[in-house]
């Protein structure tokens, strides 16, 4: 997947991603454990955060095919959250380092180091599938198609918009996001 030479950007957009992921499942287990340290009010705002999030990815299409956001939540909650707290771990990490060689190199890419983070944490979802085996796969796998794994987790993330410079109410900055946390 990756070897020397990488930035840290996308050392954090990937590695990041996928420990702040797996951590957040934790917290989503909580939810349905009996004996979780969360209150009832608790309880009820992030099953209602969650509910919303479900909506969002039950209308998703891909080549026709709906996803089933209420299927795929645990998975939508983590991977929103992911994201979110990879993010903020790179900004925080970053927060008063000067521009290293590498950014320095990158930078005439012409792609802000927020840009970089975010084009590293949508590699990991590049894929194709096949149209003929598209429904089985939306039918039984707990993660929202991969598509969607970076689509609707980004258009919940301000920091994305800020970045592209995506309009207020595009596709990819809606006017209202979906947050868990």
């Not at 499942?25 to 099953?47: C, G, I, M, N, Q």
């Not at 802000?112 to 590699?123: P, R």
């Not at 039984?140 to 609707?152: E, K, N, Q, V």
Request: aromatic fraction near 14%; glycine fraction near 4%.
């Amino acid at each position: 997947m990756m070897g020397p030479g990488y930035p840290d950007v996308w050392i954090i957009a990937t590695f990041g991603f996928v420990f702040s992921h797996e951590l957040a499942h934790e917290f989503t287990y909580a939810d349905t454990d009996e004996e979780s340290p969360w209150d009832v009010l608790s309880k009820s705002r992030f099953r209602e955060q969650t509910r919303l999030l479900q909506q969002q990815y039950s209308a998703y299409r891909l080549m026709g095919v709906a996803l089933n956001g209420v299927r795929t939540s645990s998975e939508d909650v983590a991977d929103n959250t992911g994201v979110k707290l990879a993010f903020q771990a790179y900004k925080e990490l970053t927060v008063n380092q000067s521009p290293t060689i590498e950014q320095l190199i990158y930078s005439h890419l012409n792609y802000t180091q927020d840009q970089l983070f975010f084009l590293a944490h949508a590699q990991l979802f590049c894929g194709v599938y096949k149209k003929e085996s598209l429904s089985d796969i939306m039918s039984f796998d707990s993660h929202s198609a991969s598509p969607f794994r970076i689509i609707g987790p980004l258009q919940n993330l301000p920091e994305f918009s800020e970045a592209f410079k995506c309009p207020t109410d595009s596709y990819m900055n809606p006017k209202t996001k979906n947050t868990i946390w």
